[in-house]
Nanobody
Framework: QVQLVESGGGLVQAGGSLRLSCAAS????????MAWFRQDPDKEREFVGF????????HYANSVEGRFTISRDNAKNTVYLQMDNLKPEDTAVYYC??????????????????WGQGTQVTVSA
């Protein structure tokens, strides 16, 4: 059973930066594809990016490409989301998620089995 705990959210002005962390415990973190999603209360959960456990390949949503960076530290069982040049439209609750070790990471939330509780990111204009 993998447990995920996000941290690092907060309030920042447009153009600023935040770094989110997702600490995992239990299970086999090193063999799980990890992803970040976000959700605004009035919208569906949106894919942000994933990192594959096997190759380290990273894929981002077009809306964050070039501004957000995902990384993982298997020794610390932690995945990070560095967010730069934040925009008001990035405001959302951010969730990290892990699958059960699929050979292929996806952008679909239904393919991720474990979820954190979420951390609020608010970007003011």
């Amino acid at each position: 059973q993998v447990q995920l705990v996000e941290s690092g959210g907060g309030l920042v002005q447009a153009g600023g930066s935040l770094r989110l962390s997702c600490a995992a415990s239990g299970g086999t973190f090193g063999r799980s594809n990890m992803a970040w999603f976000r959700q605004d209360p009035d919208k569906e959960r949106e894919f942000v990016g994933f990192i594959r456990w096997s190759s380290g390949h990273i894929h981002y949503a077009n809306s964050v490409e070039g501004r957000f960076t995902i990384s993982r530290d298997n020794a610390k069982n932690t995945v990070y989301l560095q967010m730069d040049n934040l925009k008001p439209e990035d405001t959302a609750v951010y969730y990290c998620a892990a699958d059960k070790g699929s050979p292929f990471a996806t952008t679909d939330a239904v393919d991720y089995y474990y979820w954190g509780q979420g951390t609020q990111v608010t970007v003011s204009a």
